[in-house]
Structure formats: C-alpha cells, structure tokens
C-alpha cells in the first residue's frame, strides 16, 4: 500500500509536501506511461514519475527526467485520458529540453531532495534569501515556486504539439488533453491566489486551446477510448488514494465493489483502525488469493501494528508474484531488520541481498542506503556500513556529512580494493557537487 516518506528537514515540512511511494500506483502510473513514452523515443524506465502529496492541480519536471505529480491533479482527472494528456504534454517538455533545474546540480539527489531543492530555489528567488531552509521557512513558498516553475508561452505551446504527437503515435486520443485543460480554462478569469498552481506554472492561451481543437477534430481518434485496463487502473489510483487522503469520504461510499473496499480498507488504516483493515483486506484476498499488492498491503498493516514476523510471509508472498518490483524487496528488507531474527547473519544477509536488488533498480532511494547501514553495522561491518551512510548523505545533499563518512570509511578499507574504489569514486562526487555548489 502506499508508504509515504516526509522529509525530516523541519523547514521542508512546513512546506506540507510530501513524496508518496507505492508499487500499486507506480506501477500503473508506468503501464499508462510507456506507450507514451516510447512513442516520444523514451524507455519506459527512463523517465520515473514521483507522486507529490498536495491539493493543488499541478505536474513539473525537475532534476533530470523525472515527471512530479500532484495527488490533486489525479484526483481532478475525470479519466485515464485526461491523466494521458498530462503526462504526454510533460514527457513534451522533457523532449525538447524545457528542464526545471535549481542552482544546484540535483539529477543525482534523492527524489525528496529534488523536490526540496525545487523548492527551496524558488523561495530563495521569491524571498532574495540565500539560505534555502530559511528562504522556506519564510513562507510564501506557493507564490514563489508558481514563479520559478513557470514555463514560457512558447514552451507550453511546443509541448502541446509535441504531446498531441506522442499520443497519436501511441495510437491514444488526445481528447483527454483538450478537455483537460477546457476544465482549467474559467481559472484564468479569477486572481492568481485562487488559480491552480497548473495554470500558473502552464500558461493557459487561447490559441493553445484553439490548436487542441483543431487536433482534435481531425484525430483519426476523436471519440476514442484508451484501452479498458488503463481506465481501470486509473480508476483504481483514485479510489485508493481517496482512502489514502480522505478516509472519511471512502467510509461514506455506499458502492460494494473491490475499488470501493479496497479504498475502506486504506482509509481504516489511515485512521489507525488497523484490525478493521486487515479484516476488509482478508476479504480482497480471498477474492484474489494472487495479487501482489492485497500481498504487501497486508504485510504493511501488520507491520506498522507491530506484528513484523507476521507481515514478513506477506511481504514474501508479493514478492513472488512481483519479483521485479524493488520497492516491495525494500519493504520486506525492512522487515527483515525489524524482526525477531534481526541479529541473525542469515536473515541480515537475506535483507541485504534484497536491498542491494532496490539499489540496482533505483539509486535515488536515501532509504536503501539507510537499511543497508543497518545490516551490514549488525553484522560488524563498519566501514561498509559508513559507506553506504554516505551514500545516503550525499542523495540528500548532505555534503559535509557524507565526506566525513567517507573517509572515516576509508581509514578501514583496504587499499585497492573494490569497495576503496568505491569509496573514491565517491569521495570524487562529493568534491564535484561542492565546486559546483560553490560556482
């Protein structure tokens, strides 16, 4: 189910946004993603889109090719087309080069830490505050970053045209991006403190929905309908993530299919009730005994109900029917460490295999390298487990933190070997981002 990580930094948090982490919803977000990407010469893993936990209507580019949603713009969505249009329109940007990219070098920052840095530039620029955390702390972050993330006309407009193609060569109906931006269109009439934050940062025109129009009219695609499973999958994001954001809701739906129990079960355990979650999840699994995601979020409510070794067999059942999937892995690893054979080589060497399959899959996950610490300080291994410290440090922009961890790392490593290369081939971006910095 969705785990969700805030950053720790206190002046970050007063910003409320949070990155929420999901298989489920990744996974579906990628499976309606890939012909889109692929269509726009991209591999489906080569551009991640991070979920940003926010009521504003919004989607950004930042740090390299990374697409940041906002929950209120999936939840403004009426359909898997409108969702299409977005992300086509952003893979637009990502195309032609139109990066939002902060004063500092952040394509090799965790996703929490490009999201800070994205924000913590645009308050220094919407405050004159040097200092990041106090340029946030300031407030007035909302009306800053609409600044900094603001594209041109000219950007806004190439990337209708280059997402109008994208869709169309994906074979999908651009209907959904017209209509999309039809819905915004009232918002341009009232004062920019009560527009959405994607009509400030995505200039609305005329002419860019008179150009929608036409395309749309003479789409061979007009009227058509994206494939029922990306609908499906849509819809079953927003019914989760209406558990997940606003359990009372969810508890009011009158409906009894699965979409509708399963986004119950997420809004009981939302509010704390965890044995009415995991009795309402016992009822999806037997009704799919072999889907990985009823799996793992069974394993996460026990697990955050203190039952660790109960959670771990559902976490492991997941797996097996997701084995590619590196944040399932994480999360079993986690429990992994968490549980009654914590101390034990096997099941620290266990954890660790799983952790460093996550970290091959995904090397922006600070978390990874966190867990990694853990197992491998357990088993005795300190300078390994500095290192990987310092890998953490250096994901959350840490540099001063991460270079003391290298090279008390290096005072134990063997000389020569490969993880002193390691260690110097990360000591040697360290430096690199800190004469960077400094320019």
């Known amino acids: 189910m969705v785990i969700s990580f805030l950053i720790t930094n206190t002046a970050f948090a007063s910003a ?10 990744e996974n579906i977000l990628k499976e309606i993603s890939a012909p889109i990407f692929k269509s726009a010469g991209f591999g489906a ?42 992300i086509a329109h952003e893979t637009s940007h990502i195309a032609s080069g139109h990066l939002i990219r902060s004063r500092q070098d952040i394509e090799n920052a965790s996703y929490q830490t490009i999201l800070y840095n994205v924000l913590a530039a645009a308050a220094a620029i919407g405050t004159g505050e040097t200092g990041a955390a106090t340029a946030i702390a300031t407030g007035g972050q909302n009306a800053a970053m609409r600044g900094f993330l603001k594209h041109t006309r000219s950007h806004e407009s190439a990337a209708d045209q280059g997402g109008v193609n994208f869709l169309n060569n994906a074979n999908f109906t651009i209907d959904g991006m017209l209509s999309f931006l039809k819905k915004l269109e009232d918002q341009e ?25 036409n395309k749309v009219d003479s789409s061979k695609n007009k009227g058509k309908k994206m494939p029922e499973k990306y609908q499906a999958g849509f819809d079953r994001i927003k019914m989760k993530l209406t558990g ?25 355990y939302r509010r704390n009730d965890k044995n009415a979650a995991i009795k309402i999840m016992d009822e999806l699994i037997k009704l799919e005994p ?29 797996i ?10 994480l999360s079993l690893a986690h429990a992994l460490l968490q549980s009654s054979g914590k101390n034990n080589s096997k099941v620290l060497n266990e954890a660790i295999k799983n952790i460093n399959f996550s970290i091959n899959k995904d090397r922006k996950s600070a978390r990874s390298y966190r867990l990694l610490s853990i197992a491998y300080g357990r088993l005795g291994n ?56 400094k320019k």
């Open 189 to 213: 009439l009232l004062p920019a403190s009560q527009q959405s934050e994607y009509i400030r940062t995505h200039p609305l025109t005329r002419d860019r929905i008179s150009f929608l129009e």
């Open 382 to 437: 300190k300078p390994i487990a500095q290192l990987n410290l310092a890998e953490e440090a250096l994901l959350n922009n840490k540099l001063d933190n991460a270079d003391k961890l290298v090279n008390y790392s290096l005072k134990d490593l063997k000389k020569n070997s490969k993880d002193w290369i390691k260690a110097n081939d990360l000591l040697a971006e360290i430096n690199n981002r800190k004469q960077k910095n």
């Open 45 to 86: 893993d080569d551009i991640r889109i991070i979920l940003v936990e926010s009521n504003d209507i919004n989607a950004f580019v930042a740090g390299g090719a990374n697409i940041f949603f906002y929950t209120g713009l999936i939840m403004a969505a009426d359909n898997v087309e409108e969702l299409a249009g977005v």
């Open 244 to 268: 997940y954001l606003y359990p009372e809701r969810a508890f009011l739906m009158k409906t009894t299919d699965r979409n509708t129990k399963y986004a119950k079960a997420v809004g009981k």
């Open 290 to 318: 072999k889907n990985p995601y009823f799996q793992e979020f069974k394993g996460q409510i026990l697990f955050e109900n203190g039952k660790i070794d109960e959670a771990i067999p559902y976490y492991r059942k997941a």
């Open 16 to 25: 409320n946004l949070k990155i929420i982490r999901d298989v489920e919803t």
């Open 320 to 329: 097996k029917l997701l084995p590619d999937s590196d944040l399932l892995r």
